[in-house]
């Protein structure tokens, strides 16, 4: 019987294997190798420099640029995005103040968790054509609601380099939302209500109750969240071409859009471009990482 | 045999499986041979066939799809037809140029016809560094298809020859004609007694006039604030002549800081500092500037000729748009009022390595034609580079306007080219600077000395090919 199986598990494992190969493993590989070339992608010919391109990369004012503010997403957009996401999770599923044993969510539960889905049905690039309007300075719906209560001059938001990039940072936000609002309350739906009940008899307050059992209960979850946020952290790209294309004066510009910029937007440097690539490889993945690493807690058990 | 076991070899057939995979897929830059395979297809050159077309090569075009849609590509398409019917004809339209193309240019088969245009153009720096161009000369000196007596040269516009080249060689064919000015609309102007001002003093005098009637008198496109450094270098040049331009586009130290630049960004600083321009304007993209205005909340824009067909959808009846020069900064001016910048734009090219070169030529040949020629103007509305291309077809408002400050401008017509050799320099650099300037965040000195950083950054960088044109 068990020879039998061994032809079968190949037969499945490989092909799944061979693919991920030439489709995953095999473009990074070569940009990795595309990294030590000056190849400029219109041509066969590349000519192997060594290390330069990191060299220059380590020198270039508008890639540092870049990734302060891939920083400044990786340390805002996951804290704020699951503090919003626990908070209206928790509201949903156990913000109800019926007086009886207060596990029910606020009224409405089932049209606030559907109406938070929304932006995840939307594709990036719809989401960001609607904010750009949103934010559209003249005729924007934002400027529109800051003129109707009053204010005079409300600012041009996207065209401002104090503003884009907290504009971009806020759709981000806004989009990832509602995902984990509903991943988070599918999370605490498994958490046993005696356990609430518990706490609720002992005189628990909701917010101790959200510090002491929701939290430490749903670490798995919160950790995966962190680690999807963080990836999502530094890339950006998309929000960010569209928007804003990096502008004004750099002041969005991400890591993402510097890679496509270097190859595909004013200039074609495809060796420089992967060498910018392999760097965010290597920051993604530390960062992922990173947050495996700081986020490990013992697993809790309901038994 | 355990599981892990099984496991563990089939990772390891895995590990075993990907340098395969490598060498399946090969290397991204390993495609195509640098031996030149272009002109696959040659015919016997006769005088019917100067470039030596074979009449049954297929011809594969690809187009930007964008203002000028695709539909006057496909009726050069059928007169080429006409003419090799035996020959058959690939067409394809897309916006993205660059990311459609580039694989097939690795890979040594690109197609025969390329019309590399629009926000995913292929920087051309890069195709000329790497030989990826056919040479156009050949065309240039072939018989004009429909105009007895006369090379195709002998039929383009001035300046259509000297854009298209690098280092001498003719390589990018420019199919329109582009005139880059300040629009309004002559209807507003008339309702409201207003009259185009000639020196920037006046020009300065009106936006008093036209901010005091509720109207801002600008708006830019802020999201590509590059739009505005069209009108403040023209007004360098005007001031100092084409000498400011040659400078720039040859990357000369401190071409921006030039006694004429420094002038003309101090005059333009007073559209900001008086607050004439749009509130909001920063914030716009080129489409949402451009309706703004159409709209009739700003009375200036800066544009290029395509304005009349970008905003076709939206331009209210009887709004006619014209054109019109900058306003002289004085009488020391050395070009005068009417001297306009006109360029050829909307680029053509043949790729080195396409197959049907000879046939791309004749694509061309045909489009320079004057039966191709005037097709296009009566199909998108826009000036080709073929002389006489305009005549008996009747032009709407907009482009009459064209015509007319072209007319006018003549001989004292100037260009810069500094944004087909270093793209990024023009794209992203200059760019962000009119952002800054023109949102009023850095001052006239500061504009200058962030562009000329910019141009300095091209200008060291090893990567870079430069350029250099004579005059």
Redesign the interface.
Known sequence: MRHGRLPLILSFLLPPLAIYGIFVLSPYLQAFQISTTDWLGYSAQADQVGLANFRTLLHDGYVWNALRNNAILLAVVPVVTIALGLFFASMLTMGGRKGRAGVTGVRGTALYRLVYFFPQVLSVVIIALLWKEIYSPTSGLLNGALRAIGLAEPPAWLGDPRFAFWCVLAVMVWSNVGFYVVLFGAAMQAIPRDIYEAVLLDGASRATMLRKITIPLLWDTIQVAWIYLAIAALDGFILVQLMTNGGPNFSSDVIGLRMYDTSFGSENKFGYASAIGVAMFFLTLSVAVLALRTARRDRIEYS | ?KRRE?LRR?AA??LL??PA??L??G????????KGDGGAYQGTKSEQNPLGVKEDAPLEVVIFNGGFGEEYAKAHEAMYQEKYPKAEIKHSATQEI??TL?PR??D?SPPDVVNNSGA?Q??FN??V????LADLGELLAAPSLDVPGKTVRDTLLPGTVEVGSYDGRFLVLNYTYTVYGIWHSTKLFADRGWSYAKTWDEHIALCRQIKAAGIAPWTYA??H?RYMSWPLISTAIKLGGPSVALAIDNLEPNAWKSDAMKTAADAWHQIVKDKFI????????HK?SQT?WCQG?AAFISCGSWLESEQKDVTPAGFNMTVAPTPSLGSGDKLPFEAIRGTAGEPFMVPAKAKNTAGGLEYFRTMLSRKGAQDFTRKVASLPVVAGATDGVELPFGLATVVKALDASGANGFNWVYNNYY??LE??LV???C??FF?G?ISPTEFLDQCQRGADSIAQDN??KKYKRAA
């Open positions: 045999m099984i089939s057939a895995g499986a990907t995979a490598g399946l897929t290397c991204a830059t390993s495609g195509g041979d640098d660059s990311k580039q240019f690795v040594g995913g292929i920087d890069g195709l560094s790497q030989n990826a802020g999201l604030p749009l509130a909001g304007s920063p914030g716009l993209d949402q703004a909340k793209r990024k794209r992203n760019d962000a600077a952002g800054e949102s965040r990567s870079v």
